[in-house]
Structure formats: C-alpha cells, structure tokens
Nanobody, 119 residues
Framework: QVQLVESGGGLVQPGGSLKLSCAAS????????MGWYRQAPGNRRDVVAT???????NYADSVKDRFTISRDNAKNMVYLQMNSLKPEDTAVYYC?????????????WGQGTQVTVSS
C-alpha cells in the first residue's frame, strides 16, 4: 500500500504562484510515474502534468509554460510549481503515483488540496 499526502494549496491572487508537494509513503519497491490532476466543481478530473521516474514530463496545454512538475526520487516526492495562476486554475489538485511492490503494480491517489485563484 502507498499513501500520498499533498500540501501547499491555498488562496492566491491572479498572476501569483503556489508550489504543491506530494509525499509518498508505505510499502513499495519503487515509485514509477507520478502526476498531478485537478478537478473543478462540476467537472471531471483531468491531468495537469506527469513525470516518469527518469524525469520525462508532459503537460496539459492549458498549463504549459506556467507550471513545472519535478520529483525527488530519493525522498519519494513530487512537486508542482504553478506560476502566472489564473482563476480557471481553481480546483482541487490530486497527486497520483504508480508503484511496484515487487510482485504487483498499483496506483495511489492523494486526498487532494484546494487551490483557489481569486482577487
């Protein structure tokens, strides 16, 4: 089992910045791909950014050039630096991770952290 705990959400004005963090803990051999997703009220949960264990990244078009995903494999953590925030970025942000226990693969989700962009 893997547990993911996000932190760093909050209220920020348009144009501002926030950095989200997600820590993985539990019983696993390795954390594989990690990512950030978001869900606004009434909308589906959509991918924001993903990063492989080797550091290859992918971004949703709506956040390219504004958000940066990174990870620290030694600490089993993933981060999302969000710059030039817009009101439409308001959502609950969820951390996601694929993992291996050695005999099976699994997927874990965090509980979510609220990001609100408003003046």
């Amino acid at each position: 089992q893997v547990q993911l705990v996000e932190s760093g959400g909050g209220l920020v004005q348009p144009g501002g910045s926030l950095k989200l963090s997600c820590a993985a803990s539990g019983s696993f051999r390795s954390i594989n791909a990690m990512g950030w997703y978001r869900q606004a009220p009434g909308n589906r949960r959509d991918v924001v950014a993903t990063i492989t264990r080797g550091g290859t990244t992918n971004y949703a078009d709506s956040v390219k050039d504004r958000f940066t995903i990174s990870r620290d494999n030694a600490k089993n953590m993933v981060y999302l630096q969000m710059n030039s925030l817009k009101p439409e970025d308001t959502a609950v942000y969820y951390c996601n991770a694929g993992y291996s226990t050695g005999w099976r693969l699994g997927e874990a989700w965090g509980q979510g952290t609220q990001v609100t962009v408003s003046s």
